[in-house]
């Protein structure tokens, strides 16, 4: 345990605020559900259960400033998946190198440049355990972090 871990070790945790409150209140954007379920599905083909997939609110205003701006939601949002996999390095789909992280090598993030819309933006991908330790996929921008 390190210094700073042990000198918090026995604090009382005062507020907590989970990635399923995060949802509900729309802090975080679930791209598994809604608009971006097919595009979603396509890029996590095969995976039982399928994680929680979700977009972080900078994220998500780029993408909709870029579909305010004449793109398609469908087509950035492939694109942002599609570079996620040339990204991590993985040989399969982008959902198997994001399922086979969660539940075997623990938590990962690695980032990639996209396009969206006028902008290029460098987006962080962020793998991990979610609140009851499902597996789980956050995207977002430096800003969300």
Same mark, same amino acid.
């Given at each position: 345990m390190t210094a700073v871990?042990?000198?918090f070790a026995d604090a009382p945790v005062?507020?907590?605020?989970?990635r399923a409150q995060a949802l509900a209140d729309g802090v975080l954007v679930d791209a598994a559900h809604g608009d971006l379920a097919p595009v979603?599905?396509?890029h996590f083909v095969g995976l039982t259960p399928l994680p929680s997939?979700?977009?972080? =609110?900078?994220?998500?205003a780029a993408m909709r400033a870029a579909v305010a701006a004449g793109?398609?939601?469908?087509?950035?949002?492939?694109?942002?998946?599609?570079?996620?996999?040339a990204a991590s390095g993985?040989?399969?789909?982008?959902?198997?190198?994001?399922?086979?992280?969660?539940?075997?090598?623990? =938590?990962?993030?690695?980032?990639?440049?996209?396009?969206?819309g006028a902008a290029t933006e460098l987006v962080l991908c962020d793998i991990g355990p979610g609140d009851a330790g499902e597996p789980v996929v956050t995207f977002m921008l430096r800003a969300d972090r």
């Open positions: 871990a042990s000198l005062i507020s907590c605020y989970s979603t599905a396509q997939v979700v977009i972080a =609110p900078h994220l998500g793109a398609d939601l469908s087509g950035v949002w492939h694109d942002v998946l599609f570079l996620a996999t993985a040989a399969g789909n982008l959902g198997r190198a994001f399922y086979e992280s969660v539940t075997t090598l623990g =938590p990962r993030r690695w980032s990639f440049v996209v396009r969206i």
